[in-house]
């Protein structure tokens, strides 16, 4: 009998989560393959801690989120491990010092991780309501893009890779946590989110899933449903769906997708799609409840270490796989949206109700009104006898807590504030307006009273460098004209343009060069810009840097541009085509002798053919000449 296909997916969705809808007393396959999972998530998740001390977006961010997500569904979790990972993340993101505060955010890819996890906390349980998450809520704001994005400058596929990824998270944080009076600022930021990611190029699984979970937090509609329409067409014939077009089908993508698409009302469980998609992950679950996602990352990144969860190398993309996954297979006994991606936000706060160790260790009334009062308060505050140069603990004034309103920098320079104190990792108050989004008066003020452009050796990002980050070239231009210096590195040993490639920033790194950047400066472990364009698949970037001069020969861990670009995945025959079309050289060997088509032709690089033929032209080349 042949039964149609509503109807085999109907019975199809009643035989998976049978215990679910009491249909039986004994578990359901899905909640075996959950049960085999969970306890396994909650263990690596623990050793990571004991292991590395900060916190992970996979282990932390995904891992909350899942263990939450099975314990508000009803599945048996550790509960004290549960608790002590969430009061563990907390007292390590959910308070504030100079990582929120400061230039340079404390961290490589400062506000990724900072975002993420607290996003997988606000799933996990009641944000901290005290006003911790309202400090970090403003460092967040601050580190807008000025084209509306938030920049990820750490690329590491598929999580910490891509702006939209980051900018559906820190727009979220944003709306779960207000800040006190500032309700029209943040309007305004959110507003320009959305105005990015409506118009923003989709390059993978990763960034359409983020995209429709943005679409449906910010509330819009018709990105929405573009996006969900666009990833259901992606599914695979054998029900899942890719990171990328030129890879397999994974656990990672599809668990991400199945959880965005039934979060944001765009699959229910009873769906086909949706019921294929869980069929590809139990057939694809091991003995040992994981799954393997092999890494994409091909040159160095953050070393591996053993956190007690299988798959070696590819162990921290494997976790957070098996987190989607998991998260997908549980949402599929339930076709309401959960508590875990849908949070109360916190209750909006009046500004004294932020305490005052939220802030920092030994801030006073007057920092908290710099930071979040307005301008009658912290006048009244001032005409009162504080000092404007009180300092916490950590030697942050007032000063700096007041540079995202030039009004309260003005007010507190007139009342004595010194602008050249720093804090002790060296922060500065002209450090933290010219790293703060829309920050361009308080800079102005602030060098019209003096402050200097110079750092401490060990200290955070120099003033230009914290303005690159957010792309503000007025800015970048205001500064140089005070004697800053394009050269001048931190985070990493990077320097201004180094930050803007990585950032991705087109016309950043158009305008640096034009005012004398080095396209062909030696990075700390070698190479150029044109390295870093290359390996974040950046063609418009390649395609200025080699217009620009940049050399075709530098090499970094033994890699020529072409022999990194044919490393990596997804593989860009666009950027491969741009770089053979400047001359670079399609018999290129790394030490050990193998050649660019060898290195492509192990990475599946789609480009191989092209570069084959390019090699075998240039070898009949050089024949001719003979």
């Not at 801690?49 to 048996?76: D, I, N, W």
């Not at 105005?195 to 899933?209: C, G, H, Q, V």
């Not at 590809?280 to 160095?300: A, I, N, S």
């Not at 504080?386 to 007010?411: E, F, I, Y």
Request: net charge neutral.
């Amino acid at each position: 009998m042949n039964l149609p296909r509503l109807t085999v997916a109907a019975l199809l969705w009643v035989f998976l989560t049978s215990a679910a809808v009491a249909q039986t007393r004994f578990p359901s396959p899905v909640q075996i393959a959950v049960g085999r999972s969970l306890p396994l998530l909650q263990r690596s998740a623990d050793t990571w801690f004991q292991r590395r001390g900060c916190p992970s977006c996979h282990h932390q961010g995904v891992g909350l989120l899942t263990v939450a997500l099975a314990r508000e569904k009803g599945y048996a979790i550790d509960e004290a491990l549960f608790r002590d990972q969430l009061d563990r993340v907390s007292a390590k993101f959910g308070h504030s010092d100079e990582s929120s505060l400061s230039a340079g955010g404390g961290t490589a890819n400062y506000p990724f991780g900072h975002a993420y996890i607290a996003w997988g906390m606000s799933g996990a349980g009641p944000l901290p309501a005290d006003g911790r998450m309202v400090v970090l809520a403003n460092g967040i704001a601050g580190r807008q893009h000025v084209d509306g994005s938030w920049r990820s400058l750490s690329h590491r596929p598929p999580m910490e890779d891509s702006s939209i990824t980051l900018t559906a998270v820190a727009a979220r944080m944003l709306q779960l946590v207000p800040i006190p009076g500032r309700e029209r600022e943040v309007h305004e930021r959110l507003e320009r989110a959305k105005r990015w990611l409506a118009k923003t190029p989709i390059r993978s699984t990763e960034e359409r899933a983020f995209a429709i979970l943005a679409a449906a937090w910010l509330g819009e509609r018709a990105l929405l449903q573009r996006e969900q329409a666009a990833l259901i067409s992606e599914q695979r014939e054998d029900g899942g769906w890719a990171q990328i077009p030129t890879r397999s089908t994974d656990a990672y993508a599809t668990g991400l997708a199945l959880v965005a698409l039934h979060q944001s009302g765009g699959l229910t469980p009873a769906n086909r799609a949706y019921l294929r998609g869980v069929l590809f992950l139990m057939k694809h679950q091991q003995p040992d409840g994981t799954w393997q996602v092999e890494t994409r990352r091909r040159l160095p990144g953050l070393p591996y270490f053993e956190t007690g969860f299988p798959h070696g190398k590819d162990q921290f993309l494997s976790y957070a796989a098996a987190g989607w996954a998991t998260m997908a297979l549980i949402l599929t006994g339930s076709p309401a949206p959960s508590r875990v991606f849908w949070p109360q936000p916190l209750p909006a706060l009046r500004m004294e109700d932020v305490s005052l160790t939220a802030i920092a260790e030994g801030a006073t009334p007057l920092h908290r009104a710099a930071l979040l009062g307005d301008r009658a308060e912290l006048s009244s505050l001032l005409d009162s006898g504080a000092d404007p140069n009180t300092r916490t603990k950590s030697g942050l004034s007032p000063l700096m807590l007041a540079v995202h309103d030039p009004d309260r920098v003005q007010l507190l320079l007139r009342a004595g504030a010194r602008a050249d104190e720093t804090t002790s990792d060296g922060s500065s108050a002209l450090m933290m307006a010219a790293g703060y989004s829309g920050a361009l008066a308080s800079v102005q003020h602030l060098l019209a009273a003096g402050a200097s452009l110079e750092r401490a050796a060990d200290g955070p990002l120099p003033p230009l460098l914290a303005a690159v980050m957010h792309g503000d070239r007025r800015v970048v231009d205001l500064l140089l004209q005070r004697g800053a210096k394009l050269l001048d590195e931190a985070l990493f040993e990077m320097t201004a343009l180094d930050l803007a490639v990585s950032a991705g920033d087109v016309e950043m790194v158009r305008h640096l060069i034009a005012r004398g950047a080095d396209v062909n400066r030696a990075m700390e472990e070698g190479g150029t810009v044109l390295h870093l364009a290359v390996l974040d698949g950046n063609l418009d970037l390649v395609r200025l840097l080699i217009e620009s001069g940049a050399s075709l020969e530098e090499r970094v861990e033994g890699h020529t541009p072409l022999l990194a670009a044919a490393l990596i995945d997804p593989g860009h025959p666009e950027i491969v085509r741009a770089l053979l079309k400047a001359g670079a050289d399609p018999t290129a060997r790394l030490e050990d002798g193998t050649d660019v088509v060898t290195l492509a032709e192990q990475n599946r690089h789609p480009a191989t053919e092209l570069l084959r033929e390019a090699a075998e032209a240039k070898g009949k080349g050089a024949l001719d000449r003979r």
